[in-house]
Structures are given as structure tokens and as C-alpha cells.
């Protein structure tokens, strides 16, 4: 299947002027440095409609396994947009699995948990063809509360998947962190999170929605705010809201369990006595004890007492040397 783009359309002599605009401005410069580069790179960003990269998916899949479609709403500027939260029946209730990475090698798919199980899965696609192998990366995993209980894991960078594990275990931080100001600056603002909802993939990116409720006039008013999946999870696990999964998002994208949770066996362990205290006295300890207790009684001027120690330190190592040599 063809995957259509439909970008905003720019004609020669629009870009011309803007191109010329820029140049304009980059010869004049500004008496702020950071200022006219800054001015540049937004005129850039106007002209050609570039948009960053929401993330990673751990989806290796060619855009024929899932019908994807690239509309000009894909191009956002990040503001809040009026919305409504509707079409209840195309999304899935989610869980956060307390998983920290994954991988896809000779063993098959396998999702790394928190406390070291690995959990092996398979492709729920059966037209998804094999995953390619990938070292183990970071990733949040979340578990779809009907039936099928599919996973939908999403590869993410390491310090979100280290901060939503603290958060899913309610772990007290000492200073707070970028989610724990959001979710303030969002109350400070008069809004209420709602729900988060991952609603698509394009390529290898997906994308997630934070819908906001503000009451206006008596009146309740839904904004939705777009999101990385990684940010929109960490915010909702923290504000306790729902998080939503597309469903065809997640039969075409999901793995199913197909082994049990296990601990993989120490490789190359064979069972060898590990060091440990012998049985019966130790001299070494006894030598400790004399010295430790020798100095402690010269600090605290019990001189008869660091005497006697003394004495009783200097028997005890004539008695040692004379055990070794015999």
C-alpha cells in the first residue's frame, strides 16, 4: 500500500521571498548574537515546515504492515488545541509493566523486567514478518487491560524509562523532577489532566496525545496537547490519569507472551565454593581486637589499660610466630 504525504504546499516565488527575507536578515545580524540565530532558524523552520522527532519505536516494521498516512495536522507547533475527547470504542486501557528494556535476537523478543525476569514474547502480526536483531535498549511497556492482554513496548531513552520506574514505585526524590514540574505548571494554569492516549506510529516514531480539561463559565473545556509517548506515560502514571493505546495500533504493533517469566542461568557458573569465614577461631581477628581495643584505651588515657593490652598484643604475636615456624 502507497503511503500518501500530504505536506503544506510551497510555491517558487513564496520561497524565494522567504529565502530572500532570511538572507536579509543573516547579513544585517543583530546586535544579539543568539538573538538573529535564533530568528533564523525559526524562518527556516516556517519555510520548510520541519518538525523534530518524537521518538523511536521498537517496531521495526516497513510502512506496508500498517496503513500510515502523513497529514499536514502532523506538523505541529506544540500550543494547546481545542478538542474533545471522543471515539471511546477505537482505544484500549493500558497498564505500565515495571519493565526496563528490550530485545530482539536469536532467543526471539524478549522484555527485561525490573526485578531480572525476562519475559519472551512473539509478533501478535502474523503478517509482521521477523523482527530484526537489536542490542537490549530502554523501553516502557504497556500491558492492554481486555482480553488479549497484548504488550505494546516503545523503545525510549534511559532517563524517562529511570524515571517512571521511580514514579510507578512511588520512590521519593530529593529534588523534582522535569514531570513533577509540569504537572504543577499544568495545575497552576487552571487545567485538569484527563487522559493520555497513544494514538499512532508514523514510520518509526509514535505519537501520544494529553488531553486537559479547564472549566470555563461552568462549562468544560478539552484541550489536547501533543506529546512524546514517553513524556505523556511519565505524566499520567504521576497525575493517575488513564492511558489510552489505539487499538489497531496495538493488534498491528503488539507481541504476545509466549513463555513464561524466568531467570536466565548465571552463564559459566558452576557451583564453586564462594569465599567464606572458616570455622573455628581466626588469629587475624583476635589481633584486630587487641590493637583496636590498645588504641582506644591511649586515646581515652587509660594508660594501665593500654599497657596490659600491649603486653598481652606482644604475647599474642610471640605465641603466632612461633606456630608458623613449627
Same mark, same amino acid.
Given at each position: ?194 487522559? @493520555?492516549?497513544?494514538?499512532? $506510529?508514523?514510520?518509526?516514531?509514535? #505519537?501520544?496525545? &494529553?488531553? +486537559?480539561?479547564?472549566? /470555563?463559565? %461552568? *462549562? ?37 507472551? @509466549?513463555?513464561?517469566?524466568? $531467570?536466565?542461568?548465571?552463564?559459566? #557458573?558452576?557451583? &564453586?565454593? +564462594?569465599?567464606?569465614? /572458616?570455622? %573455628? *577461631? ?45
Amino acid at each position: 500500500m502507497a503511503v500518501t504525504l500530504n505536506a503544506p504546499v510551497i510555491n517558487a516565488a513564496s520561497n524565494a521571498q522567504g529565502l530572500a527575507a532570511l538572507n536579509q536578515d543573516l547579513a544585517l545580524g543583530c546586535s544579539n548574537t543568539a538573538l538573529g540565530i535564533a530568528k533564523a532558524g525559526i524562518l527556516k523552520r516556517k519555510l520548510l515546515g520541519a518538525r523534530p522527532c518524537t521518538g523511536f519505536s521498537s517496531r521495526h516494521l516497513s510502512p506496508a504492515r500498517l496503513p500510515v498516512k502523513c497529514g499536514s495536522s502532523f506538523y505541529s507547533d506544540g500550543n494547546l488545541a481545542e478538542d474533545s475527547i471522543q471515539d471511546d470504542e477505537n482505544y484500549i486501557n493500558s497498564t505500565v509493566l515495571e519493565a526496563v528494556e528490550v530485545k530482539s535476537g536469536a532467543d526471539g523478543f524478549m522484555i527485561t523486567m525490573r526485578d531480572g525476569r525476562h519475559i519472551k514474547c512473539e509478533h501478535n502480526n502474523a503478517d509482521g514478518g521477523h523482527l530484526p536483531d537489536y542490542a537490549p535498549q530502554p523501553a516502557i511497556v504497556l500491558k492492554m487491560d481486555d482480553d488479549s492482554n497484548l504488550l505494546l513496548p516503545i523503545i525510549v531513552l534511559e532517563l524517562p524509562c529511570a524515571m517512571l520506574m521511580e514514579a510507578v514505585r512511588n520512590i521519593q526524590v530529593a529534588r523534582p523532577t522535569v514531570y513533577n514540574v509540569m504537572k504543577d505548571m499544568i495545575e497552576l494554569m487552571g487545567y485538569q489532566p484527563k487522559l @493520555v492516549r497513544i494514538t499512532k $506510529r508514523v514510520h518509526e516514531a509514535y #505519537f501520544a496525545r &494529553l488531553y +486537559l480539561a479547564k472549566d /470555563e463559565n %461552568g *462549562t468544560q473545556k478539552i484541550c489536547s496537547l501533543d506529546v512524546r509517548p514517553s513524556d505523556a506515560i511519565n505524566l499520567a502514571v504521576r497525575c493517575q490519569v488513564p492511558i489510552q493505546v489505539n487499538k489497531q495500533l496495538a493488534y498491528c504493533d503488539g507481541v504476545r507472551i @509466549v513463555k513464561e517469566a524466568m $531467570r536466565l542461568p548465571l552463564k559459566g #557458573f558452576k557451583g &564453586l565454593s +564462594l569465599d567464606r569465614p /572458616e570455622s %573455628g *577461631t581466626c588469629t587475624e581477628a583476635e589481633e584486630f581486637v587487641l590493637v583496636r581495643s590498645m588504641m582506644v584505651a591511649a586515646v581515652e588515657e587509660r594508660y594501665n589499660d593500654a599497657a596490659r593490652l600491649r603486653d598481652q598484643l606482644s604475647k599474642f604475636r610471640s605465641s603466632k610466630k612461633r606456630q608458623q615456624e613449627a
